[in-house]
T-cell receptor, first 112, second 114 residues
Framework: SQQGEEDPQALSIQEGENATMNCSYKTSINNLQWYRQNSGRGLVHLILIRSNEREKHSGRLRVTLDTSKKSSSLLITASRAADTASYFCATGDQTGANNLFFGTGTRLTVIP | DTAVSQTPKYLVTQMGNDKSIKCEQNLGHDTMYWYKQDSKKFLKIMFSYNNKELIINETVPNRFSPKSPDKAHLNLHINSLELGDSAVYFC?????????????FGSGTRLTVV
């Protein structure tokens, strides 16, 4: 299965702290993406990192990718209450459709 | 607004019925997808489709079928609904031929089979 796994399953931090979520996957990938899902809503694309990249930044987000270990991490710096959501990593396969296979998600709670 | 829109947002129906969920994207994307999210928030790809190829996840029962009248629409038909089909179904689109771009998701359809 190409499904990834996130760690931890749940994370609770104080506002202003950094949050780190990890993702492991099993197969060769074309790219890895991170998504946010607020309760009762659809998923929102946050950031994409390609298999030949090691690190990428977007605002308060930093993503790393280690293809030798088949793992990725998402760091959210200076967290805000509005960051409370579930975060999913997803790996893109190498077909023309770029099918995404999602991990199990990390539920992040940022306490004001 | 540019978006992926799916209807209905909520669908409650009895076992054995046939139902459809509609999805439209006005982003000009070349590929559309259907995902199922279960009660544990686990997301599973069901189908991906562009004007050249339909890829079906082999674990999806053949009671589920995608129908694409044009490249902006990918509807999901479900026959003989079962209790286990209760879930949230998400439609998404992307510009896959550019080698991996983020998906844009619809807001989901919560299907409840009673």
């Amino acid at each position: 299965s190409q499904q990834g796994e996130e760690d931890p399953q749940a994370l609770s931090i104080q506002e202003g702290e950094n949050a780190t979520m990890n993702c492991s996957y099993k197969t060769s990938i074309n790219n890895l993406q991170w998504y946010r899902q607020n309760s009762g809503r659809g998923l929102v694309h946050l950031i994409l990192i390609r298999s030949n990249e090691r690190e990428k930044h977007s605002g308060r987000l930093r993503v790393t990718l280690d293809t030798s270990k088949k793992s990725s991490s998402l760091l959210i710096t200076a967290s805000r209450a509005a960051d409370t959501a579930s975060y999913f990593c997803a790996t893109g396969d190498q077909t023309g459709a770029n099918n995404l296979f999602f991990g199990t998600g990390t539920r992040l709670t940022v306490i004001p | 607004d540019t978006a992926v829109s799916q209807t209905p947002k909520y669908l409650v129906t009895q076992m054995g019925n046939d139902k459809s969920i509609k999805c439209e994207q006005n982003l000009g994307h070349d590929t559309m997808y259907w995902y199922k999210q279960d009660s544990k928030k686990f997301l599973k790809i069901m189908f991906s489709y562009n004007n050249k190829e339909l890829i079906i996840n082999e674990t999806v029962p053949n009671r589920f079928s995608p129908k694409s009248p044009d490249k902006a629409h990918l509807n999901l038909h479900i026959n003989s609904l079962e209790l286990g089909d209760s879930a949230v179904y998400f439609c998404a689109s992307s510009q896959a031929n550019r080698g991996g771009y983020g998906y844009t998701f619809g807001s989901g359809t919560r299907l409840t089979v009673v």
